[in-house]
């Protein structure tokens, strides 16, 4: 093959690859990565697989029911995050493989209970720690033996937030 041909190809082959590149960088922030765009996004800072409305913010909120009152149970919430799954997978914004982590999180959240806190147990062998969630007057290093213990109130322990 003549070489100015090969320079062709190279072109041609090249040029839809560097035209959606463009498009790409051109697209919005979205730092939580909630599918909300930071510019309209009112809750900037949603945890990870957090279920979210259009305005960024979530939908069953761990502390808040709907009302704006404390969850009633945790049923109540696990109840809330199981109709908003169920109402995206029908209507195709959410799939089997992307509501598994969405529901891990919920599972392995402290909403819906009232005196329960993810606690970060530091290891000593390990950089990071582990989280669990228990009593909030048990996240203690004298109670846990541990060498560091860190309360984070309410949330999810999936992702695990106890890894630097």
């Known amino acids: 093959m ?5 320079a062709a ?23 939580d990565k909630d599918g909300v765009m930071d510019d309209v996004d009112a809750c900037p800072d949603s945890p ?13 909120d761990c502390e808040l029911d709907g009302d704006g009152v404390a969850w009633t149970s945790r049923a109540a919430y696990l109840r809330c ?13 959410l799939t089997r493989k992307t ?17 329960e806190v993810r606690c970060c147990v530091m290891l000593p062998t390990t950089s990071g720690g582990m989280c669990r969630i228990m009593d909030e007057l048990r996240c203690d290093e004298s109670v846990l ?10 949330g999810s322990c999936f992702p695990n937030p106890c890894v630097p």
């Open 2 to 6: 003549r070489p100015w041909a090969v």
């Open 145 to 154: 033996g541990a060498g560091s213990v860190e309360d984070l109130d309410a």
């Open 48 to 60: 990870p697989y957090d279920m979210v409305g259009a305005d960024g913010c979530s939908v069953c």
């Open 9 to 31: 190809l190279a072109l041609a082959l090249a040029a839809p690859v560097a035209t959606r590149l463009a498009c790409a960088q051109a697209l919005p922030a979205d730092a």
């Open 81 to 93: 995050i199981l109709a908003e799954v169920h109402a995206r997978r029908a209507d195709g914004r």
């Open 99 to 115: 509501e598994r982590p969405v529901l891990k999180a919920a599972h392995m959240s402290t909403c819906g209970f009232a005196n």
